[in-house]
């Protein structure tokens, strides 16, 4: 097969959920066992940090992974959905995994990932994998998909595990409360490996103590011994912020510049800096030339996009895949603080969660342009406009994401914002990005 007939199988043939939703979830290990013992057990051939959430986890993967590049280590990072290719998921030292290497795996596991009827996404973790063991990484930072417990990940034994922010997100699959979410997360902590925490966050905080009591796990709440202090309002189309970090009470760096301004990002850092920390304790080298490069360079290191990403200038354009209540009450503080005439605001979301609280949370005054992406799950732009009438929200609807980009443009002044998000699958299919 070619490249693009091996992706049309794997997307034809096996359920992706993120497309399709839970039709395309299949929870447990056994069938990702099965992969990892039939390709050889790759995932005992490399070192790992394993990173679980609900928000942050992509960031914070992609900055572990900066930091790491930049103290010279060979890198491997996995991470999903993808925006625009699917090679994006698989990462080495920030190059997307080769196209001959997929269709050759493909072809050589195809009839065993049939018969343990493997979803797509334990068949990406299987690729990831394999292709981190063959390149022979230093170290490789895994993101989970969905949950912990029983994410496909999760037959790693990592050196370390990061938890970020527990937030409402995919409760008929992880459970309808806080406590029972975080549960599900906590799945990563292993036995006798640290666990760090980005946020104590009260409502689940004894949720991960107890998880990490239980497999003997020693446990850190990073916000409790770093805090990422805001040095000056970044310019709206400034692509930087600056901060100083502490850590007790004495201050670490006077001075660090993160290529990623939104404002979530300060909550995803004490996980990160805690991590590296860890990360050191164990025999890496990373000096803080290392840290501040990885902080500052990581979209040039990794390839990350769509956080907070500026597309154009007057009118000022951003996007951001933040699509939950958590996620996109942030973008909205962001927004409210930018200078702006008016605010134009291109949105698209998925039909499968509870979007009342994050549509209540929008502005009221902003000009709304109501897409959907092209895959099965996305809400059709016609009832996502109904639903948000029906909370002051106006606007017209458009047949397609770059449609609704277009219009937005088109409308917009020199001194208007326009923001496009409310998906991970709107913003990629945002056609300059």
């Known amino acids: 097969m070619t490249y693009q007939q091996t992706?049309?199988?794997?997307?034809?043939?096996?359920?992706?959920?993120q497309r399709v939703g839970a039709a395309g979830y299949k929870p447990g290990l056994e069938r990702t066992e099965a992969l990892a013992a039939a390709t050889g057990h790759p995932e005992r051939q490399f070192r790992s940090v394993h990173v679980a959430g609900t928000n942050g986890k992509g960031s914070s993967s992609h900055l572990l992974a900066a930091v790491l590049q930049a103290a010279g280590y060979r890198v491997g990072l996995y991470t999903s959905p993808h925006l625009k290719e699917f090679t994006e998921r698989i990462r080495l030292n920030g190059q997307p995994l080769a196209p001959e290497f997929l269709v050759?795996?493909?072809?050589?596991?195809?009839?065993?990932?049939?018969?343990?009827?493997?979803?797509?996404?334990?068949?990406?973790?299987?690729?990831?994998?394999?292709?981190?063991?063959?390149?022979?990484?230093?170290?490789?930072?895994?993101?989970?998909?969905?949950?912990?417990?029983?994410?496909?990940?999760?037959?790693?034994?990592?050196?370390?595990?990061?938890?970020?922010?527990?937030?409402?997100?995919?409760?008929?699959?992880?459970?309808?409360?806080?406590?029972?979410?975080?549960?599900?997360?906590?799945?990563?902590?292993?036995?006798?490996?640290?666990?760090?925490?980005?946020?104590?966050?009260?409502?689940?905080?004894?949720?991960?103590?107890?998880?990490?009591?239980?497999?003997g796990a020693p446990l850190l709440f990073a916000d409790q011994h770093y805090r990422a202090e805001?040095?000056?309002?970044?310019?709206?189309?400034?692509?930087?912020?600056?901060?100083?970090?502490?850590?007790?009470?004495?201050?670490?760096?006077?001075?660090?510049?993160?290529?990623?301004?939104?404002?979530?990002?300060?909550?995803?850092?004490?996980?990160?800096?805690?991590?590296?920390?860890?990360?050191?304790?164990?025999?890496?080298?990373?000096?803080?030339?290392?840290?501040?490069?990885?902080?500052?360079?990581?979209?040039?290191?990794?390839?990350?996009?769509?956080?907070?990403?500026?597309l154009g200038r007057q009118p000022l354009v951003v996007c951001d895949t933040g699509h939950n209540e958590a996620g996109i009450r942030f973008i909205v503080a962001q927004l409210a603080r930018l200078p702006k005439r008016r605010l134009h605001f291109v949105l698209g979301v998925?039909?499968?969660?509870?979007?009342?609280?994050?549509?209540?949370?929008?502005?009221r005054e902003a000009?709304?342009?109501?897409?959907?992406?092209?895959?099965?799950?996305?809400?059709?732009?016609?009832?996502?406009?109904?639903?948000?009438?029906?909370?002051?929200?106006?606007?017209?609807?458009?047949a397609s994401v770059p449609a609704a980009v277009a219009a937005a443009r088109a409308a917009a002044e020199a001194d208007d914002v326009v923001f496009i998000g409310g998906s991970t699958f709107v913003v990629a299919e945002i056609e300059e990005l």
């Open 7 to 17: 992706l049309d199988y794997l997307y034809a043939r096996l359920p992706m959920f």
């Open 104 to 215: 050759e795996w493909v072809a050589r596991w195809r009839s065993t990932f049939e018969q343990v009827e493997a979803s797509f996404f334990e068949v990406c973790v299987a690729l990831a994998f394999d292709y981190f063991a063959q390149q022979k990484v230093d170290v490789a930072v895994v993101e989970t998909g969905l949950g912990g417990r029983l994410d496909s990940t999760n037959i790693l034994q990592p050196l370390v595990s990061l938890i970020t922010n527990i937030s409402p997100d995919h409760q008929a699959l992880l459970g309808a409360t806080l406590p029972l979410i975080a549960a599900e997360k906590a799945g990563v902590i292993k036995p006798g490996t640290p666990a760090i925490i980005s946020q104590a966050q009260p409502e689940v905080a004894a949720v991960f103590g107890q998880k990490a009591e239980q497999e």
């Open 230 to 310: 805001l040095l000056r309002e970044p310019a709206a189309d400034e692509a930087v912020q600056h901060l100083r970090i502490w850590h007790e009470k004495q201050v670490l760096l006077e001075e660090v510049a993160l290529g990623l301004v939104g404002d979530y990002q300060r909550l995803n850092l004490p996980g990160v800096l805690a991590t590296v920390a860890e990360l050191r304790r164990q025999g890496f080298i990373i000096e803080e030339r290392h840290l501040r490069e990885g902080l500052r360079d990581v979209t040039r290191l990794t390839g990350l996009r769509g956080r907070w990403t500026i």
């Open 350 to 363: 998925v039909q499968d969660k509870d979007i009342s609280q994050m549509l209540a949370l929008l502005p």
């Open 367 to 398: 000009t709304y342009y109501f897409c959907q992406a092209t895959i099965p799950r996305a809400l059709p732009a016609t009832e996502l406009a109904e639903r948000a009438a029906t909370l002051g929200l106006t606007g017209t609807t458009y």
